[in-house]
């Protein structure tokens, strides 16, 4: 007699909870470390509820920080989850398929850490009910902010029913059908765009905010979420290839690596372009480039930000097109990490903070982030680290077949 889906499902939750409290030194050591992070940040969190967000380097002029600015980055790495789930699911390339899952995994891990920063840019948790539907003031369809609401949540949905699914089918014994998934993997690419461009758009449909104002933005946000997303999927394939006995082949990354080499290229493009409309020929709406680039009246304090995000993105791409460099992973692995540092100050200090300066009537306050702020940043990336390591802990096993439902063994465990 086969076992209800109910007591399936109670022995998975309970071999999860087993996977992810068991384990070597070294998995305790990194677990631990990123729980204390985490803590360290709930208490810079405690004093923001208390305090308010006077707290933090924003002000009046400039109220969108190091939260929206990481924010922002994350989407685009959420959103970089498709270029392991469109090649192994729609165009049939099995050099991915090992890959997709943990793209998955850190898919809903950034939209998790997108949310956390929602929440702490807001205040606190409690102003949450104003963008609940039905609750708060929605303002759909015509708020941009409702749009990034739904499809933010809609894509992390997403990412978590297509894995469960596929990972709670074969834990069951059993082949996963196509035709109950891939309905929704479709969904989930054209999905994945939107998330991106959603967010582009509510930037550039800010008129008073000149900077942000150009029909680019969206595809800068898709070509940079495109290469700093999937540089990040290397770092951690690599990862996870020297620490467990889950089998990515060299063809998977240096396939990834040329997604990312031409996602690059095309970037850096983008940036030349937006960089010759602001100075070629400059107008009043080009003084947040001017004080970005070069500082304004004596401001400067990003001008060090984005002219490291410039240098550092030049040299990833270069060593990406070199093709002895990329496919030797030796080296790939630091340059994907400068790569990815590039992006996350282009489209995190370099975007967001530069777009409030100056203010619409012409004044200039620099902003820097507290350490409350910076805290706070931190432990929600340990956060995202942490779901990730678990996510990824309870995946492979399933993937390799070494753990799976046995009727007598999961009886015992849940009477």
Request: include cysteine; hydrophobic fraction near 55%; proline fraction near 5%.
């Amino acid at each position: 007699m086969s076992a209800s889906k109910s007591t399936i499902l109670k022995s998975f939750l309970l071999d999860a909870l087993d996977a992810v409290t068991k384990g070597g030194i070294r998995y305790h050591i990194w677990m631990a470390t990123l729980t204390l992070i985490m803590l360290v940040g709930a208490y810079a969190y405690s004093i923001q509820l208390e305090y308010g967000l006077q707290v933090t380097g924003m002000n009046d002029h400039v109220s969108w920080g190091l939260y929206i600015s990481n924010f922002t980055f994350l989407v685009g790495v959420a959103a970089a989850a498709v270029m392991l789930v469109l090649p192994t699911y729609i165009l049939k390339d099995m050099d991915f398929s090992k890959a997709v899952l943990i793209g998955e995994g850190m898919a809903v891990s950034a939209l998790i850490m997108c949310l956390a920063f929602v929440t702490v840019d807001m205040g606190g948790p409690a102003r949450l009910w104003h963008i609940i539907p039905g609750i708060g003031v929605f303002n759909w369809p015509q708020s941009m902010l409702a749009w990034d609401v739904l499809v933010l949540n809609g894509y992390l949905l997403l990412n978590l029913l297509i894995p469960f699914y596929i990972l709670f089918t074969r834990y069951s014994n059993k082949t996963p059908e196509k035709k109950y998934y891939v309905p929704f993997v479709i969904l989930s690419v054209g999905w994945a765009f939107g998330i991106h461009l959603v967010t582009a758009f509510l930037y550039a449909g800010l008129i008073a905010k000149p900077f942000w104002n150009s029909s680019l933005l969206g595809p800068r946000f898709l070509a940079s979420a495109f290469a700093g997303g999937p540089a990040l999927m290397i770092i951690a394939l690599g990862v996870i290839r020297k620490f467990t006995i889950y089998d990515i082949k060299d063809e998977t990354i240096k396939k990834l690596a040329l997604i990312i080499t031409v996602a690059a290229q095309i970037n850096l493009v983008m940036l030349g372009s937006e960089i010759f409309k602001e100075f070629y020929a400059p107008t009043e709406h080009s003084a947040s480039a001017m004080y970005l680039f070069f500082g304004l009246h004596g401001h400067n304090a990003l001008v060090p930000w984005i002219w490291t995000a410039i240098v550092l993105n030049i040299i990833a791409t270069v060593g990406l097109t070199l093709h002895p460099v990329r496919n030797n992973l030796n080296l790939l692995f630091p340059v994907c990490g400068l790569l990815f540092l590039a992006i996350w100050i282009e489209k995190g200090m370099g975007l967001i903070i530069p777009g409030f300066i100056p203010s619409p009537l012409g004044e200039i306050v620099d902003y820097s982030p507290t350490w409350v702020e910076i805290a706070i940043t931190v432990g929600i990336w340990a956060m995202g680290a942490f779901v990730f390591t678990i996510l990824i802990r309870v995946a492979i096993p399933i993937e390799l077949g070494h753990t799976r439902y046995m009727a007598h063994t999961a009886d015992a465990k849940i009477k």
